[in-house]
């Protein structure tokens, strides 16, 4: 008689888990439930319920002695009870990333470096530019530059070209890193909720060229940035994140720019942190981020 060999232990595996649905009594019990029946420990939790919208948002990170799959059979019982929607994921994992740029290289410069020395937990698998300016900045991190030029009368071929490698590379979040350049519905359709953009934000607010010129000369005290995800509708996607810095009478146009310029990295920074962590759920028009 031959003895089977065993079989091998499940591994270990920290994991990330985010819900969402309308708020209800028991919902922190069936999801705690499942987790205690797979011996799972939880290391942070973080939950909010909403009384505009009437839903309820839960964030959990978990050990889990027995893998991933476990829990993801026991939220997909929990689904169609609560009418929840629901992502389980391993903890730290990079998500596959495609940054989008044009001339200004200050975000994407920042972006590869926190990449690379700070543990910014995405995987750069390209970086698209409709100008040719910042492929020398992609070389030297090593990451594939793709130029693709957009004109009014190739702006359907070039996002063909996007969504090819999107779909080739699975990638997971596209970062518009001053990319300037609108996306159009499809493209927005296809990416929702996985597009993040950044812009300056003034009060009061001005629009068109040259913003830094215009808030310099009606004297404003205030700049900032705000990072939000795409929607067709231009620069009104669900906010991540925003800052400001102040300015004063004595701060040229020049000065302006840099000032702003910084916010923008920072504030971009940890817009992309934040999803990547799955900290951000989208709440209609808002989003509940549960921010460290």
């Given at each position: 008689m031959t003895n089977s060999a065993p079989l091998a232990p499940a591994t270990s595996e920290k994991l990330v888990l985010t819900l969402s649905c309308p708020d209800q009594p028991?919902?922190?019990?069936?999801?705690?439930?499942?987790?205690?029946?797979?011996?799972?420990?939880?290391?942070q939790s973080q939950q909010f319920g909403d009384?505009?919208?009437?839903?309820?948002?839960?964030?959990?990170e978990v050990d889990s002695p027995v893998g991933r799959e476990p829990v993801e059979e026991g939220m997909r019982e929990l689904e169609q009870r609560f009418n929840a929607t629901w992502n389980v994921d391993q903890l730290g994992r990079p998500l596959r990333?495609?940054?989008?740029?044009?001339?200004?290289?200050?975000?994407?410069?920042?972006?590869?470096y926190r990449?690379?020395?700070?543990?910014?937990?995405?995987?750069?698998?390209?970086?698209?530019?409709?100008h040719p300016d910042l492929a020398p900045v992609a070389q030297f991190y090593g990451i594939p530059f793709l130029l693709v030029p957009?004109?009014?009368?190739?702006?359907?071929?070039?996002?063909?070209?996007l969504l090819t490698l999107v779909r080739a590379e699975n990638v997971e979040l596209l970062i518009l890193a001053r990319y300037m350049q609108i996306l159009s519905e499809n493209v927005c359709a296809e990416m929702a909720g996985r597009i993040i953009?950044?812009?300056h934000s003034f009060l009061p607010s001005f629009k068109g060229a040259r913003p830094y010129a215009?808030?310099?000369?009606?004297?404003?005290?205030?700049?900032?940035?705000?990072?939000?995800?795409?929607?067709?509708?231009?620069?009104?996607?669900p906010i991540i994140e925003q800052d400001v810095t102040r300015v004063t009478h004595a701060d040229s146009t020049a000065d302006m720019v840099a000032l702003g310029q910084d916010v923008e990295r920072?504030?971009?920074?940890?817009a992309v942190r934040w999803h990547s962590e799955h900290r951000v759920l989208m709440d209609g028009a808002r989003t509940v981020v549960f921010s460290q």
């Open positions: 028991g919902i922190v019990h069936a999801v705690t439930g499942v987790i205690t029946r797979i011996g799972g420990n939880i290391i009384p505009d919208s009437g839903l309820f948002f839960m964030r959990v990333t495609v940054i989008m740029v044009s001339r200004e290289g200050h975000c994407l410069s920042d972006l590869l990449q690379r020395s700070q543990g910014l937990p995405i995987e750069v698998v390209a970086v698209v530019g409709n957009v004109t009014k009368e190739s702006k359907q071929r070039a996002e063909e070209e953009n950044i812009h215009q808030a310099h000369e009606r004297g404003v005290k205030l700049i900032g940035a705000t990072a939000h995800y795409v929607t067709p509708d231009l620069d009104e996607g920072r504030v971009l920074a940890q």
